[in-house]
């Protein structure tokens, strides 16, 4: 996705057009939420998911929203061949476990 980004970016720049991408990472969804309610367990495989991102939480579709929003705005007017982690982390911490 990044790869993509920058080069329709690159290509396009010149047209006055920018290109940015939105990454997010898992967003607490309805769709999570289906997923998880048919695990064994489904408060035990929250808290695994929630303990495996950075942050201890998983992203908000508003924050997802927002990140799309800013860039869609005119606030991001001098923002081109950017790609945007709204993942908490994930994409580019590299976090030792808890307690090490």
Do not use: C, F
Not at 19 to 46: C, F, H, M, Q, Y
Not at 79 to 86: D, E, F, Y
Request: aromatic share 4%.
């Amino acid at each position: 996705m990044h790869s993509l980004t920058l080069a329709m970016a690159a290509g396009h720049v010149r047209e006055g057009i920018r290109v940015n991408s939105v990454n997010p990472g898992t967003a607490d969804t309805p769709w999570i939420g289906r997923l998880l309610s048919k695990a064994a367990d489904p408060a035990a495989e929250w808290a695994a998911l929630e303990t495996r991102q950075p942050t201890g939480r998983l992203v908000t579709a508003d924050e997802v929203a927002s990140a799309v929003a800013y860039s869609a705005s005119p606030l991001s007017g001098a923002t081109t061949g950017t790609s945007l982690a709204v993942d908490g982390g994930m994409q580019g911490l590299r976090m030792r476990p808890a307690g090490r």
